[in-house]
């Protein structure tokens, strides 16, 4: 079947199917007048195209392919490819997508009619739709799913308070394009930027533009510029001064775009970001030029704003994870930041992950491709490594000029003098960098876990038996200084003097502490100082150049607005012991993205410094060193190759299978019988009697297809049980 929506099975089976969308005849009522919809036969098709191709939703994985259906002449002139339809399937009014319309049709019975357009908006383009069918068999999902999640439901006052696009006739299939107007999906694939001392030439001095100091940079916005399409992994810098940052960087290779008469899609992780990133293409491009798309938007808005795109009154789209199916016209970039963030991956089936999605974009519009952020996740490093992108660095030379000191609390000297050190929360040379930076501006102080005290253990020296709860085995903790102790799982109230279940004493002890304690005794040890809490619901965007104790959770930290005068990373062990696969490179992310915020050296003062706290010897922990160096590229190269040796994600792919263990039974049977390997037997059932297992790849390329053929065969079978399958996400491999 055309319209790139997956090919339809051959024989008989189809036409039977087909003739069932048919609805039968209904009963003639007294009186001798039918009340029914005229049937097909009775309502002419169109003269031009009268078969349209519709993809129906309806939510089951084994019907996800386009259905043909006749158009009516009475709906000739709204029936358009990518708007939005109402059709007859199985009985029952479904919505779906008028993907294509031609002259005749594939099926040789009688076609059901479209029962209405409800609106003829043209909104899945066909580039988009292009980019969602290579990610729905990427993830071995439906291509329903994936529409579901890049096209926001219709709004009919947004959609009437948008104006329409000048001269907009190419939205009519039966209009012939201007002449000059580009191909609307063209299947080319972004090519590497070059690299090399001859790829940025420039007689500007460091630090007068974002982009001076990378020497592949400057050649990627001229390339860009000129309508080709590089594709590139950047490894940003600190800010150095103002105009400097990342958001500037950004702004300046969306300006290229559009001086080449192109658009661009920025997706980061928060809203925050979003904020930034606008207000520096608004600075570099003018007003007006940007819509946001967040979730925090209302339906109206975010349809208002997906118009504007669409219509192109609206150049650049910026915006959080749905941002990256923004309906820009004429793209020339698409900019990912950060993209370790697991905020970047969809949680919804089939479980995308923005990387992927703007990178089949790019290949399908022929556009430039930049992901880039402080750290280098291990995906981005194994594209960088396969020729996928290229690579935009900064030379050795200008990190050490540029990046913070990072100090280990309790290593070289300062054990020496603070034996304690290692084994101390908040050491001394952390509590130094505090005082002094606190003479100056503000200082920042990342917090790896959320709320109060978050587990309790018996204070006797000699047990340390970790607080259970009597009702459900969950660990105990505090809300509050004068809450009390309470199940974090159950909310089950433990009472007061309970003894513990190994001695019996009826003291305890907290044995991690959240950001709201640290808080609280950051705020005792400074009488006076101003205290800052970041995280959770409560999530500060900036903070001014003005002393104050910052608090805050990993993702949460403000921006300061001149740079904070030290940073502070308490509990570093917690992030490195996390039981997931990329614990490591995880932890480096969160670790730099909070250092990044340090004061750039202006000549004016010390160096700014941070200080890790809670490490053991730096010597033999790679993430570590690698913070120390600032040098996540060489992190993120070190885990590929231990991936590639284990044959591990991303280097070989891995399907997560979780639900009922009949299901999941069920499911891995299937899996294996398709030729992919199963690395063990099912997890016991957890209190929600959900089990999971890991399936790994057999031969390449086979594992998605497979996933795809078992969720069609369960749907087609009507399985009751609700099995999850999710490939490529580090925690569920671990």
Same mark, same amino acid.
């Given at each position: 079947?055309?319209?790139?929506?997956?090919?339809?099975?051959?024989?008989?089976?189809?036409?039977?199917?087909?003739?069932?969308?048919?609805?039968?005849?209904?009963?003639? @009522?007294?009186?001798?007048?039918?009340?029914?919809?005229?049937?097909?036969?009775?309502?002419?098709?169109?003269?031009?195209?009268?078969?349209?191709?519709?993809?129906?939703?309806?939510?089951?994985?084994?019907?996800?392919?386009?259905?043909?259906? #006749?158009?009516?002449?009475?709906?000739?002139?709204?029936?358009?490819?990518?708007?939005?339809? +109402?059709?007859?399937?199985?009985?029952? =009014?479904?919505?779906?997508?008028?993907?294509?319309?031609?002259?005749?049709?594939?099926?040789?019975?009688?076609?059901?009619?479209?029962?209405?357009?409800?609106?003829?908006?043209?909104?899945?383009?066909?580039?988009?739709?292009?980019?969602?069918?290579?990610?729905?068999?990427?993830?071995?999902?439906?291509?329903?799913?994936?529409?579901?999640?890049?096209?926001?439901?219709?709004?009919?006052?947004?959609?009437?308070?948008?104006?329409? /696009?000048?001269?907009?006739?190419?939205?009519?299939?039966?209009?012939?394009?201007?002449?000059?107007?580009?191909?609307?999906?063209?299947?080319?694939?972004?090519?590497?930027?070059?690299?090399?001392?001859?790829? &940025?030439?420039?007689?500007?001095?460091?630090?007068?533009?974002?982009?001076?100091?990378?020497?592949?940079?400057?050649?990627?916005?001229?390339?860009?510029?000129?309508?080709?399409?590089?594709?590139?992994?950047?490894?940003?810098?600190?800010?150095?001064?103002?105009?400097?940052?990342?958001?500037?960087?950004?702004?300046?290779?969306?300006?290229?775009?559009?001086?080449?008469?192109?658009?661009?899609?920025?997706?980061?992780?928060?809203?925050?970001?979003? =904020?930034?990133?606008?207000?520096?293409?608004?600075?570099?491009?003018?007003?007006?030029?940007?819509?946001?798309?967040?979730?925090?938007?209302?339906?109206?808005? +975010?349809?208002?704003?997906?118009?504007?795109?669409?219509?192109?009154?609206?150049?650049?789209?910026?915006?959080?994870?749905?941002?990256?199916?923004?309906?820009?016209?004429?793209?020339? #970039?698409?900019?990912?930041?950060?993209?370790?963030?697991?905020?970047?991956?969809?949680?919804?089936?089939?479980?995308?992950?923005?990387?992927?999605?703007?990178?089949?974009?790019?290949?399908?519009?022929?556009?430039?491709?930049?992901?880039?952020?402080?750290?280098?996740?291990?995906?981005?490093?194994?594209?960088?490594?396969?020729?996928?992108?290229? +690579?935009?660095?900064?030379?050795?030379?200008?990190?050490?000029?540029?990046?913070?000191?990072?100090?280990?609390?309790?290593?070289?000297?300062?054990?020496?003098?603070?034996?304690?050190?290692?084994?101390?929360?908040?050491?001394?040379?952390?509590?130094?960098?505090?005082?002094?930076? #606190?003479?100056?501006?503000?200082?920042?102080?990342?917090?790896?876990?959320?709320?109060?005290?978050?587990?309790?253990?018996?204070?006797?020296?000699?047990?340390?038996?970790?607080?259970?709860? @009597?009702?459900?085995?969950?660990?105990?903790?505090?809300?509050?200084?004068?809450?009390?102790?309470?199940?974090?799982?159950?909310?089950?109230?433990?009472?007061?003097?309970?003894?513990?279940?190994?001695?019996?004493?009826?003291?305890?002890?907290?044995?991690?502490?959240?950001?709201? /304690?640290?808080?609280?005794?950051?705020?005792?040890?400074?009488?006076?100082?101003?205290?800052?809490?970041?995280?959770?619901?409560?999530?500060?965007?900036?903070?001014? =150049?003005? @002393?104050?104790?910052?608090?805050?959770?990993?993702?949460?930290? @403000?921006?300061?607005?001149?740079?904070?005068?030290?940073?502070? #990373?308490?509990?570093?062990?917690?992030?490195?012991?996390?039981?997931?696969?990329?614990?490591?490179?995880?932890?480096?992310? +969160?670790?730099?993205?909070?250092?990044?915020?340090?004061?750039?050296?202006?000549?004016?003062?010390?160096?700014?410094?941070?200080?890790?706290?809670?490490?053991?010897?730096?010597?033999?922990?790679?993430?570590?060193?690698?913070?120390?160096?600032?040098?996540?590229?060489?992190?993120?190269?070190?885990?590929?190759?231990?991936?590639?040796?284990?044959?591990?994600?991303?280097?070989?792919?891995?399907?997560?299978?979780?639900?009922?263990?009949?299901?999941?039974?069920?499911?891995?049977?299937?899996?294996?019988? &398709?030729?992919?390997?199963?690395?063990?037997?099912?997890?016991?059932?957890?209190?929600?009697?959900?089990?999971?297992?890991?399936?790994?790849?057999?031969?390449?390329?086979?594992?998605?297809? &497979?996933?795809?053929?078992?969720?069609?065969?369960?749907?087609?079978?009507?399985?009751? =049980?609700?099995?999850?399958?999710?490939?490529?996400?580090?925690?569920?491999?671990?």
């Amino acid at each position: 079947m055309s319209g790139g929506a997956g090919t339809r099975p051959e024989g008989s089976g189809e036409a039977t199917e087909q003739l069932a969308l048919v609805p039968a005849p209904a009963p003639t @009522p007294p009186g001798g007048r039918s009340r029914r919809r005229k049937s097909a036969s009775e309502r002419p098709g169109a003269e031009v195209d009268p078969v349209a191709a519709v993809l129906v939703d309806t939510g089951l994985p084994h019907l996800d392919r386009p259905f043909e259906y #006749l158009v009516p002449a009475d709906l000739d002139v709204d029936a358009r490819p990518g708007c939005r339809v +109402r059709v007859r399937f199985a009985g029952r =009014d479904h919505d779906g997508f008028l993907l294509e319309r031609r002259a005749e049709p594939d099926h040789p019975g009688r076609l059901a009619a479209l029962r209405s357009v409800v609106s003829p908006e043209g909104v899945l383009t066909p580039a988009v739709l292009a980019a969602a069918t290579s990610v729905a068999e990427h993830y071995g999902g439906t291509l329903a799913d994936v529409l579901r999640l890049a096209i926001p439901p219709r709004h009919a006052r947004a959609e009437r308070g948008v104006s329409p /696009r000048a001269g907009d006739t190419a939205t009519d299939p039966r209009v012939p394009a201007p002449t000059g107007t580009p191909s609307p999906a063209p299947t080319g694939t972004p090519s590497p930027a070059p690299t090399g001392p001859q790829a &940025a030439p420039t007689d500007r001095p460091l630090g007068a533009g974002p982009w001076d100091p990378y020497p592949a940079g400057p050649a990627f916005l001229r390339r860009t510029e000129a309508g080709e399409s590089p594709a590139a992994a950047w490894t940003a810098l600190p800010a150095r001064g103002p105009g400097t940052d990342w958001p500037a960087a950004v702004a300046a290779a969306v300006g290229a775009a559009l001086r080449g008469g192109r658009g661009a899609v920025v997706v980061v992780p928060d809203h925050r970001d979003v =904020d930034r990133v606008v207000d520096a293409v608004t600075a570099e491009a003018g007003e007006g030029v940007c819509a946001r798309l967040t979730a925090d938007l209302g339906p109206e808005a +975010r349809y208002r704003a997906f118009l504007s795109l669409l219509r192109g009154h609206a150049r650049v789209a910026v915006g959080t994870r749905s941002a990256a199916w923004a309906p820009v016209v004429r793209p020339g #970039l698409f900019v990912c930041w950060d993209d370790g963030d697991d905020l970047h991956q969809e949680p919804r089936a089939p479980y995308h992950h923005v990387r992927e999605v703007l990178l089949e974009r790019a290949r399908h519009e022929e556009a430039a491709l930049l992901v880039g952020g402080y750290a280098r996740s291990v995906e981005l490093e194994a594209w960088a490594a396969a020729g996928v992108v290229a +690579r935009i660095e900064p030379p050795r030379t200008v990190v050490r000029s540029c990046a913070p000191r990072v100090t280990v609390a309790g290593e070289g000297r300062a054990e020496e003098r603070d034996p304690a050190a290692r084994t101390a929360r908040i050491p001394s040379t952390a509590w130094r960098a505090l005082r002094d930076g #606190l003479t100056l501006g503000p200082v920042l102080v990342q917090v790896p876990r959320q709320g109060y005290v978050v587990s309790l253990t018996c204070a006797e020296p000699g047990c340390r038996t970790p607080a259970r709860c @009597p009702r459900c085995e969950g660990p105990v903790g505090l809300v509050g200084a004068a809450a009390a102790a309470t199940c974090r799982w159950c909310g089950h109230e433990v009472p007061r003097g309970a003894g513990c279940r190994s001695c019996g004493s009826p003291r305890l002890r907290a044995a991690g502490v959240g950001a709201g /304690r640290t808080a609280e005794e950051l705020g005792r040890a400074f009488p006076g100082a101003r205290v800052v809490r970041s995280g959770g619901e409560h999530v500060v965007a900036r903070v001014p =150049d003005a @002393p104050a104790l910052v608090v805050a959770t990993p993702g949460a930290e @403000p921006v300061a607005e001149e740079g904070y005068r030290a940073v502070v #990373l308490l509990d570093g062990w917690l992030l490195l012991d996390r039981a997931a696969l990329d614990a490591s490179v995880e932890a480096h992310r +969160r670790w730099l993205s909070a250092a990044a915020l340090v004061r750039g050296t202006r000549g004016d003062g010390p160096r700014p410094g941070v200080v890790l706290c809670g490490v053991p010897a730096h010597a033999g922990v790679p993430a570590v060193e690698a913070l120390v160096r600032w040098d996540p590229v060489s992190l993120a190269a070190r885990e590929l190759a231990e991936r590639t040796t284990l044959g591990l994600p991303p280097v070989r792919r891995h399907v997560t299978v979780s639900g009922p263990g009949g299901g999941v039974r069920d499911v891995v049977e299937a899996l294996e019988a &398709a030729g992919q390997i199963v690395l063990g037997a099912p997890s016991p059932a957890g209190p929600d009697g959900r089990r999971a297992t890991v399936v790994r790849e057999g031969a390449a390329g086979t594992l998605a297809p &497979a996933v795809r053929a078992v969720r069609a065969t369960r749907s087609a079978r009507k399985a009751e =049980d609700s099995v999850r399958l999710v490939l490529d996400v580090a925690e569920a491999s671990s």
